[in-house]
């Protein structure tokens, strides 16, 4: 797994920041499905609820599942559970996904 962390854009990604990582990383990742993330705030006070927050985050992934990208509001995250090396396989998709997010 890589996670590259970065300030956490306001509001999300946008609809062409989307696209722009989709076309970029079309050939090795081609499907896309939104990955559900919840983040819980518990407050110090034990009279007030829990704040639950949602967020929806684009995943692309190859055809079989093995790997995955996942672009959130502060990290891109790419993992897979055949690791074909550094040089052959993430360094490659890593390059395309930074690349995108960073021309948007």
Same mark, same amino acid.
């Given at each position: @797994? +890589?996670? $590259?962390?970065?300030?956490? $854009? ?10 722009? @990582?989709?076309?970029? !990383?079309?050939?090795?990742?081609? !499907? @896309?499905? *939104?990955?559900?993330?919840?983040? /819980?705030? @518990?407050? /110090?006070?034990?009279?007030?609820? *829990?704040?639950?927050?949602?967020? +929806?985050? *684009? ?33 490659? +998709? ?6 995108? +997010?960073?021309?948007?």
């Amino acid at each position: @797994m +890589l996670e $590259i962390r970065y300030p956490e $854009i306001a509001g999300g990604l946008t609809d062409a920041a989307v696209s722009a @990582m989709k076309e970029a !990383v079309r050939e090795s990742l081609p !499907v @896309m499905a *939104p990955q559900v993330e919840h983040q /819980i705030g @518990m407050p /110090i006070d034990a009279a007030m609820p *829990p704040q639950v927050e949602q967020r +929806l985050s *684009p995943r692309f992934c190859a055809r079989d599942q093995a790997t995955a990208l996942v672009v959130r509001r502060d990290a891109l995250v790419l993992e897979t559970t055949v690791y074909g090396g550094w040089v052959e396989h993430f360094r490659p +998709l890593a390059k395309q996904a930074t690349e995108a +997010l960073a021309g948007c």
